[in-house]
């Protein structure tokens, strides 16, 4: 361990040197399309078209890689770089190319002068790369356009890493967000023994885009109340001028790394237990440091005028362009690179080597690192089905006997994460297995709680989401479970994450990593002991506007069919897989191998409940999730009854994604087969979990779209019964039967009295329920007959 | 102003059975059918088939609500009571009932002997009321069913509200939350001098559903640094023995009220400027106080076995019954309530009187409060329009004109929310009128920075969104302005606030109050700064799956559009309006007097730039929003000059909902009308703002369906031209021109050479943008030529 030693004037001017390359590349990638080592006076000519970019970061974000660069290389420090102001691009692609990661990754961009030309063109530049750090940047995996998640994904990241060590930068802006004003708790879950660290970085430098930071106008004692009270020791450094803010950087990080060592270690040689104060870094400096002070005679470094492009005017007005040179030269780059362009020798040396360059870092291309899960059979843990629907199992608490037995053969590559619903969602049986991580003071009373455990519990869907992500993007696997209606809380990162998915599949030097799996239970139709606000199925909406080849749908709808698919979900890479499960008692359908082969196939034709005999059906009975199924099989029940002679196809969907033609999705059924289960002209009556649009968006490019019908939630809902609340829906079996007669044409006129029939039922279920405050034997405890 | 005098033997006698008269009614509300009084033995027949309820957090919420009451007699003081915790829907509703509003609102529910048996039977009761604080709930604008809104509501509610005192409780669990942590932070955008004031109660009881909660489980030196960092002066009150925490609490109420009067009198006789530590309270309690301390042996009271119903076998266990029996009896019910069932005298005396109720106070039900708002003539702020496409302006920026001006007219109840996005969404002419609001440290570098201002900027959506709820719910009027992707930050918290309005739309007594209006601009076609991560249209669809009658859509095509819309949305109620719209210059399309009568309508043929005339249409060219209605007209320029006789139609789509049957959305159009814009068997070419699908979903049953083809955003991007932009995803006018020669029949295959002139000039262009960095002249500075 190093000792926090003064340095050097020789190793100042060596780090500022260093410093003053990227943010000249910095500048370069902002502005410049050709003449990029002003071999030249600068003209018109050489600057881009339209000014695309945020400098006002950029040069904070290099500062800290300069002076993470000397700490890596004097301790040999395992390191990644989590840069939350992630709009400042540019001076992630500065450090890689200086670090020679850029031109291996992209040969084209070669480290000379040649591509340092193409570095500066290619920047925010049509057919070029993005303005932000983004899945194109080497060493990033975190993308920042989303402000708030920086944090989060730094812990996951460190979860299960115990020698790495993650920098994270938290700007002003971000840190006034609401995921990453809670993500500062996640200390109280990570463990000093078998995880790693992360070393937040609270870079103020005072302005949002046009607003001063609420953290950078408190009083400096309140700030640091602030976090201490979030469990940190902060250490300061404050300052403009750039020798003495080497100095003091180069302090407080060897402090900072000392501190981390020295937790580390006292932990992992037993002499410490119990939750510590690590230590983080705020960094106070001037936003758009070492720009233009001033233009057109108003303030700019320093100020919220420096956020994008500080000298706007530069193609057409003279003065911009003269003072655009003299800041690109007052980094002096003729000191900095060589004749053919490169780095000089003295530059190149400062960089770690290999691996240890944190733009080359494998953990932030986790898929170079990821292991396959172990997985036990999932067969094993089935449900015996000797006859469909007459033995009942709560579906999750099967999954949660195979995770359990998941977690115990990846004891250091997998986690559970959810809002304090894992018992919930009856996915407790993993306790038999391991523990709730917890770091926090233990009471007597609690019941799982450890300084290590596979399972994360906080009541945050954000930090639950970021965390998993960050632990995805290094290579692990895992597991978020969710209160179907609160995962609406993380619409916005999964649609990052899926575009961050999307992205680098076009990359092939990024690996494929682990699936995000959502578990999502104590769905829409089971909310017994809550109500409406507890009642949305509308995240596979979301989800399915992300691109195909990204997302992913199941409904297992009972407990073997989930098992099925969770082993599934678990041995996929680089989807999101959303599996809607319910956690209530439930009738079983399917045996094992039955089950198998109908999620291989994804949707089928349940022969057992038709009463078409392989003939052309009536009518097509479709179901997609637990509950509405139920409800058709009982509702094929009743047809069977009043109607004998009606030949009726049950089909069950389990992957949604069938119902869409081949040519919009990898899972979509061709249209002749579509056709060969739900016809192209009898009607189809399809009870849905979600909201009933979802299926004609899925459907309506098929021939027989016109005689789809759709039930499913309308938005309606309260505490109430289980039977009440498909009722309330027009799900219910009886309101299916009433769907039939209204759309058979062969049943119509003849049959209104039995119609009638189910009508008054409704009612009468209804005033039972009302009564009685639980549902009628009669459906609550409904089995298939036959 | 009262001083802080410890409470008389006798007042903790009183204010301990109010307590324990609340607790009772919260228990009874669980458990009972029937023997509300337990005149008779407790038998299974008076208990309830399915307990449903949330017991653990009742009796903290009944303390503070007997306590806060207390302080209101003795000061008169205006005050309002958010409930972060609301599954303890028993809690609020027992008080409401104490204080007899309850009857009043619901005069079945009569503040007697029946109308208690009425209360605790409805409770989690199939056709009776839900678990949690809902709208059904007097003096409730928070239910809390998703949690991490309370403290942004509350603020929201005390913003202009000088009077008012909002106490709002904190869970523990709620308190892990993003959007929660975040808003401890709003106390730095409240003004001592016109704004009132929030008194948050942190209520530490240990547990989440079945977790510690962070915060109980720190050191309170930590947790009192944490506080005192957000700008707090925490009075801690702690224990478990009623009479000591009721002095206790009493004192610390007295305390924080005199502090909160302190500074408001302070800052109002402008003596104190600068921002000042507001009081708070952390109460430590047992989780389920008062309730069952063990049960078949385990630990309940204190611990998170009480989160729910504590005793579960209550109907089938007669060691449980006799348990609650005990339990209920311990309150002494005799003493409570007189021989009608009635609260005894000494009870009803300790509720404040009329609208001091907190369940009656006007504020909690906000319609009854709202004010229209004072409106300029929006015709005022026209773009002047000879010819339609020959002109151009930055739509949101003569929004901001008119906003200036509702701002000066309207100067205590409107506010715009901004995520730091106002000047960037180019609304910044609001800034001639008002300031943004901030109490931080202000410098000289900041700009339209005060203490007082119509304008709040934070970095983040769920403050910006959960203020103006507050800001609505107690009856004021507003605007968030949002960058288009992020807006799906708030999706939940918009679901949330959907939910509520849909069902205050079932409850008379509760007064419509102003729709909730979101412009979003910064969309998804013109990210020129940004890129992948910032383009997503996808907010849209979460809204579409609201209650039709609740959720609106606008789509204005230019800048008078923009202003009609605009202030229609300002004068609606109960609804949520969202309006996507471009602050990039573009082109004008309609005169005022044409843009009002369009938006009245909300969809309509442009025949100026139709073909038709007048005939039936070959081809209808729809659009919906700005940058698809201009790849469309010059899709039709292209059109006309390829071939001038094709019979082109262009309808213009402003309001989304037009485009739904009747039957489904109160705007939707008849099927005839429909049928006369769009013909029932000609090709319709749709260029969408979102993605694709949403079209289909919302026109799947319009006759011509299966004629529609619509182009949208499929999820392709990055940081580049917006030309580029709508090529990547075939909405570009060329790509049109191109689906229109493969649809129209009349055209096929003749035209093999001009379909191929097309898709050339595409990739020229192309060509030209990753060349030169810029669209061309060609379709940047297109016009309508005619």
Same mark, same amino acid.
Request: aromatic letters at 8%; glycine letters at 8%.
């Given at each position: 361990?190093?000792?926090?030693?003064?340095? !050097?004037?020789?190793?100042?001017?060596?780090?500022?040197?260093?410093?003053?390359?990227?943010?000249?590349?910095?500048?370069?990638?902002?502005?410049?399309?050709?003449?990029?080592?002003?071999?030249?006076?600068?003209?018109?000519?050489?600057?881009?078209?339209?000014?695309?970019?945020?400098?006002?970061?950029?040069?904070? /974000?290099?500062?800290?890689?300069?002076?993470?660069?000397?700490?890596?290389?004097?301790?040999?420090?395992?390191?990644?770089?989590?840069?939350?102001?992630?709009?400042?691009?540019?001076?992630?692609?500065?450090?890689?190319?200086?670090?020679?990661?850029?031109?291996?990754?992209?040969?084209?961009?070669?480290?000379?002068?040649?591509?340092?030309?193409?570095?500066?063109?290619?920047?925010?530049?049509?057919?070029?790369?993005?303005?932000?750090?983004?899945?194109?940047?080497?060493?990033?995996?975190?993308?920042?356009?989303? /402000?708030?998640?920086?944090?989060?994904?730094?812990?996951?990241?460190?979860?299960?890493?115990?020698?790495?060590?993650?920098?994270?930068?938290?700007?002003?802006?971000?840190?006034?967000?609401?995921?990453?004003?809670?993500?500062?708790?996640?200390?109280?879950?990570?463990?000093?023994?078998?995880?790693?660290?992360?070393?937040?970085?609270?870079?103020?430098?005072?302005?949002?885009?046009?607003?001063?930071?609420?953290?950078?106008?408190?009083?400096?004692?309140?700030?640091?109340?602030?976090?201490?009270?979030?469990?940190?020791?902060?250490?300061?450094?404050?300052?403009?001028?750039?020798?003495?803010?080497?100095?003091?950087?180069?302090?407080?990080?060897?402090?900072? /790394?000392?501190?981390?060592?020295?937790?580390?270690?006292?932990?992992? !040689?037993?002499?410490?237990?119990?939750?510590?104060?690590?230590?983080?870094?705020? /960094?106070?400096? $001037?936003?758009?440091?070492?720009?233009?002070?001033?233009?057109?005679?108003?303030?700019? @470094?320093?100020?919220?005028?420096?956020?994008?492009?500080?000298?706007?005017?530069?193609?057409?007005?003279?003065? %911009?362009?003269?003072?655009?040179?003299?800041?690109?030269?007052?980094?002096?780059?003729?000191?900095?690179?060589?004749?053919?362009?490169? $780095?000089?020798?003295?530059?190149?040396?400062?960089?770690?080597?290999?691996?240890?360059?944190?733009?080359?870092?494998?953990?932030?291309?986790?898929?170079?690192?990821?292991?396959?899960?172990?997985?036990?059979?999932?067969?094993?843990?089935?449900?015996?089905?000797?006859?469909?629907?007459?033995?009942?199992?709560?579906?999750?608490?099967?999954?949660?006997?195979?995770?359990?037995?998941?977690?115990?053969?990846?004891?250091?590559?997998?986690?559970?994460?959810?809002?304090?619903?894992?018992?919930?969602?009856?996915?407790?049986?993993?306790?038999?297995?391991?523990?709730?991580?917890?770091?926090?003071?233990?009471? $007597? +009373?609690?019941?799982?709680?450890?300084?290590?455990?596979?399972?994360?519990?906080?009541?945050?869907?954000?930090?639950?989401?970021?965390?998993?992500?960050?632990?995805?993007?290094?290579?692990?696997?895992?597991?978020?479970?969710?209160?179907?209606?609160?995962?609406?809380?993380?619409?916005?990162?999964?649609?990052? %994450?899926?575009?961050?998915?999307?992205? +680098?599949?076009?990359? $092939?030097?990024?690996?494929?990593?682990?699936?995000?799996?959502?578990?999502?239970?104590?769905?829409?139709?089971?909310?017994?002991?809550?109500?409406?606000?507890?009642?949305?199925?509308?995240?596979?909406?979301?989800?399915?506007?992300?691109?195909?080849?990204?997302?992913?749908?199941?409904?297992?709808?009972?407990?073997?069919?989930?098992?099925?698919?969770?082993?599934?979900?678990?041995?996929?890479?680089?989807?999101?897989?959303?599996?809607?499960?319910?956690?209530?008692?439930?009738?079983?359908?399917?045996?094992?191998?039955?089950?198998?082969?109908?999620?291989?196939?994804?949707?089928?034709?349940?022969?057992?409940?038709?009463?078409?005999?392989?003939?052309?059906?009536?009518?097509?009975?479709?179901?997609?999730?637990?509950?509405? +199924?139920?409800?058709?099989?009982?509702?094929?029940?009743?047809?069977?009854?009043?109607?004998?002679?009606?030949?009726?196809?049950?089909?069950?969907?389990?992957?949604?994604?069938?119902?869409?033609?081949?040519?919009?999705?990898? %899972?979509?059924?061709?249209?002749?087969?579509?056709?060969?289960?739900?016809?192209?002209?009898?009607?189809?009556?399809?009870?849905?979990?979600?909201?009933?649009?979802?299926?004609?968006?899925?459907?309506?490019?098929?021939?027989?779209?016109?005689?789809?019908?759709?039930?499913?939630?309308? @938005?309606?809902?309260?505490?109430?019964?289980?039977?009440?609340?498909?009722?309330?829906?027009?799900?219910?079996?009886?309101?299916?039967?009433?769907?039939?007669?209204?759309?058979?044409?062969?049943?119509?006129?003849?049959?209104?009295?039995?119609?009638?029939?189910?009508?008054?039922?409704?009612?009468?279920?209804?005033?039972?329920?009302?009564?009685?405050?639980?549902?009628?034997?009669?459906?609550?405890?409904?089995?298939?007959?036959?």
């Amino acid at each position: 361990m190093s000792e926090a030693v003064a340095m !050097t004037d020789d190793e100042v001017r060596q780090i500022d040197a260093y410093w003053r390359a990227a943010n000249y590349l910095s500048v370069g990638q902002i502005y410049l399309l050709d003449n990029p080592l002003l071999r030249e006076p600068l003209a018109r000519r050489h600057i881009k078209p339209r000014l695309l970019g945020h400098w006002g970061t950029s040069p904070g /974000l290099n500062f800290c890689y300069a002076h993470l660069n000397r700490v890596i290389r004097a301790r040999g420090q395992d390191m990644i770089y989590i840069m939350g102001p992630g709009h400042g691009g540019p001076a992630a692609v500065a450090n890689a190319w200086l670090e020679g990661t850029y031109s291996e990754v992209y040969p084209e961009v070669s480290r000379d002068a040649r591509g340092m030309a193409r570095l500066f063109r290619q920047f925010s530049f049509p057919g070029g790369i993005p303005s932000h750090v983004a899945p194109e940047t080497p060493g990033s995996i975190h993308e920042g356009g989303e /402000l708030g998640y920086s944090l989060a994904h730094a812990f996951g990241a460190a979860f299960d890493n115990p020698d790495l060590v993650v920098a994270c930068i938290v700007g002003d802006g971000e840190a006034e967000t609401g995921p990453l004003a809670a993500s500062w708790h996640s200390s109280k879950f990570l463990d000093p023994v078998a995880d790693g660290a992360v070393l937040p970085i609270l870079h103020l430098n005072g302005y949002k885009i046009a607003n001063p930071a609420v953290l950078a106008r408190i009083p400096e004692e309140e700030l640091v109340q602030l976090l201490d009270g979030y469990g940190y020791r902060p250490v300061l450094v404050s300052g403009d001028e750039p020798a003495s803010m080497h100095r003091k950087m180069a302090v407080a990080l060897d402090q900072a /790394l000392d501190e981390i060592a020295a937790i580390q270690h006292a932990a992992r !040689t037993g002499g410490a237990t119990g939750r510590r104060r690590w230590p983080m870094i705020v /960094l106070r400096s $001037p936003k758009g440091w070492t720009g233009p002070k001033e233009v057109d005679g108003l303030p700019v @470094e320093g100020t919220w005028r420096s956020h994008q492009v500080p000298l706007g005017g530069v193609r057409d007005d003279p003065g %911009h362009l003269a003072q655009l040179e003299e800041w690109l030269r007052s980094y002096r780059p003729e000191e900095l690179f060589d004749d053919e362009g490169r $780095p000089v020798a003295g530059l190149r040396d400062l960089a770690p080597a290999g691996e240890l360059r944190m733009s080359a870092n494998p953990h932030a291309n986790g898929g170079l690192l990821l292991k396959p899960l172990v997985l036990p059979d999932f067969r094993d843990y089935a449900a015996q089905v000797d006859k469909p629907g007459t033995t009942t199992a709560e579906p999750t608490r099967l999954l949660g006997r195979f995770l359990r037995d998941v977690v115990r053969a990846n004891p250091s590559n997998f986690r559970i994460m959810g809002a304090d619903e894992t018992a919930s969602n009856r996915l407790g049986d993993v306790f038999e297995a391991t523990d709730r991580v917890f770091q926090g003071e233990r009471y $007597p +009373t609690d019941e799982h709680q450890a300084a290590q455990g596979r399972v994360m519990e906080v009541l945050s869907e954000h930090l639950c989401q970021g965390w998993l992500e960050g632990y995805l993007l290094t290579g692990r696997h895992g597991l978020f479970n969710s209160y179907e209606a609160f995962v609406h809380i993380v619409d916005a990162m999964f649609n990052q %994450h899926a575009k961050w998915l999307k992205v +680098t599949r076009g990359l $092939p030097w990024r690996r494929p990593i682990a699936s995000l799996n959502y578990l999502l239970s104590s769905h829409v139709w089971r909310q017994d002991h809550n109500g409406f606000t507890h009642q949305d199925p509308g995240f596979l909406d979301v989800v399915l506007n992300k691109k195909p080849e990204i997302v992913r749908v199941y409904l297992p709808p009972d407990a073997n069919t989930l098992l099925s698919v969770g082993d599934h979900c678990l041995r996929s890479r680089d989807y999101v897989n959303v599996v809607v499960a319910g956690k209530q008692p439930a009738l079983n359908w399917l045996p094992m191998d039955e089950a198998i082969a109908h999620c291989t196939r994804g949707i089928g034709i349940w022969e057992w409940a038709s009463t078409e005999g392989g003939a052309d059906p009536d009518v097509v009975l479709a179901c997609a999730g637990d509950v509405p +199924t139920l409800e058709t099989l009982a509702a094929a029940d009743l047809l069977r009854r009043l109607f004998p002679d009606l030949r009726v196809r049950v089909v069950n969907v389990v992957d949604l994604m069938r119902l869409q033609p081949s040519s919009e999705h990898p %899972h979509g059924l061709p249209d002749a087969e579509y056709d060969a289960l739900f016809t192209t002209d009898k009607p189809v009556i399809f009870a849905f979990h979600g909201y009933p649009y979802l299926i004609h968006r899925l459907a309506y490019r098929r021939r027989g779209h016109h005689n789809l019908h759709v039930r499913g939630y309308k @938005e309606e809902g309260t505490t109430t019964t289980p039977f009440d609340m498909v009722m309330l829906n027009d799900l219910d079996r009886f309101h299916l039967v009433m769907d039939v007669i209204d759309r058979v044409p062969s049943l119509g006129g003849r049959v209104a009295h039995l119609r009638q029939r189910m009508a008054d039922r409704r009612l009468e279920l209804r005033a039972h329920t009302r009564e009685h405050g639980e549902d009628a034997p009669e459906v609550s405890d409904w089995t298939w007959p036959y």
